[in-house]
C-alpha cells in the first residue's frame, strides 16, 4: 500500500488565538508541522491546506481552499481533489493546525473502519458531545457526496459527517476529543499537561 497523505487545513483566521496558528512554534516547529509529522509515517507526505502562509513551513505544498465552499469545508474538498490529482485515488488523513501532540495511534481505529468496508467515504471520531471531526481518515470517494451537500446548504462539517458512507469509532481518550487549542492559554495549558 501507497504511503497515505496527511493533509493539514490551515485555512482559519485564528481570531481567537491572536497570531497564526499554522506558524505559531510547538515543541520547536510550526504547529502544522507539528501536526502532520506526528500524524505521518517517515515517507508520508504532508500537504497543507488554505490560503498561502506568509511563511513558507519547511519544503511543504499549501494548495488553496476549493471555490465555492467556506470553512473547514472548503479545504476538505481541496484535500479530496489535490488526493486525486497528485497521488491518484484512495485515502488521506485529515487534520486540523490546532491539534495538539496528535498521535499516530489515534489513526488506527480509523484506518480499521475503511478496511473493513471497502465502500466507506470517511471515518472519523464520536462521543457524547458528538462529532469529534479532526483528524478523520476519508477516501476521494467521498468528495461527489461532500460537494452534494456542501451545495444543497450544509456548512459545518459536524452537518456532512452525519450524511451517508460515514462510520464513526468511539473516542477513547481524554474527555472532549483530541485536545485542540483555540487560544494561546489553551495550548500552554494542554502542552503542560502532555509531556
Given amino acids: 500500500m501507497s504511503p497515505i497523505p496527511v493533509y493539514v487545513l490551515v485555512g482559519g483566521a485564528s481570531r481567537r488565538f491572536g497570531v497564526d496558528k499554522a506558524t505559531t512554534l510547538v515543541d520547536g516547529e510550526p504547529w502544522a508541522l507539528h501536526v502532520g509529522r506526528r500524524l505521518a509515517a517517515s515517507d508520508t507526505p504532508i500537504v497543507l491546506v488554505g490560503a498561502p502562509l506568509a511563511e513558507p513551513i519547511a519544503d511543504l505544498r499549501t494548495?488553496?481552499?476549493?471555490?465555492?465552499?467556506?470553512?473547514?469545508?472548503?479545504?476538505?474538498?481541496?484535500?479530496?481533489?489535490?488526493?486525486?490529482?497528485?497521488?491518484g485515488e484512495g485515502r488521506l488523513v485529515l487534520?486540523?493546525?490546532?491539534?495538539?501532540?496528535?498521535?499516530?495511534?489515534?489513526?488506527?481505529?480509523?484506518?480499521?473502519?475503511?478496511?473493513?468496508?471497502?465502500?466507506?467515504?470517511?471515518?472519523?471520531?464520536?462521543?457524547?458531545?458528538?462529532?469529534?471531526?479532526?483528524?478523520?481518515?476519508?477516501?476521494?470517494?467521498?468528495?461527489d457526496e461532500l460537494w452534494r451537500q456542501i451545495t444543497a446548504g450544509a456548512r459545518s462539517f459536524q452537518t456532512v459527517l452525519g450524511g451517508p458512507g460515514v462510520a464513526r469509532a468511539v473516542w477513547r481518550g481524554v474527555a472532549g476529543g483530541p485536545p485542540q487549542a483555540n487560544t494561546p492559554d489553551e495550548l500552554g495549558d494542554l502542552l503542560a499537561r502532555r509531556h
Avoid: I, K, M
Avoid at 469545508?73 to 497528485?86: F, I, K, P, S
Avoid at 471497502?118 to 481518515?137: I, M, T
Fill in 63 to 87: 494548495v488553496p481552499d476549493a471555490a465555492g465552499a467556506a470553512g473547514p469545508l472548503a479545504g476538505v474538498l481541496a484535500a479530496l481533489d489535490d488526493r486525486r490529482q497528485a497521488f
Fill in 95 to 143: 487534520a486540523s493546525c490546532d491539534l495538539v501532540r496528535p498521535e499516530s495511534e489515534w489513526l488506527a481505529p480509523l484506518h480499521a473502519l475503511h478496511d473493513n468496508d471497502e465502500g466507506l467515504s470517511v471515518a472519523a471520531y464520536h462521543d457524547a458531545r458528538g462529532w469529534q471531526p479532526f483528524p478523520c481518515v476519508a477516501h476521494t470517494r467521498w468528495r
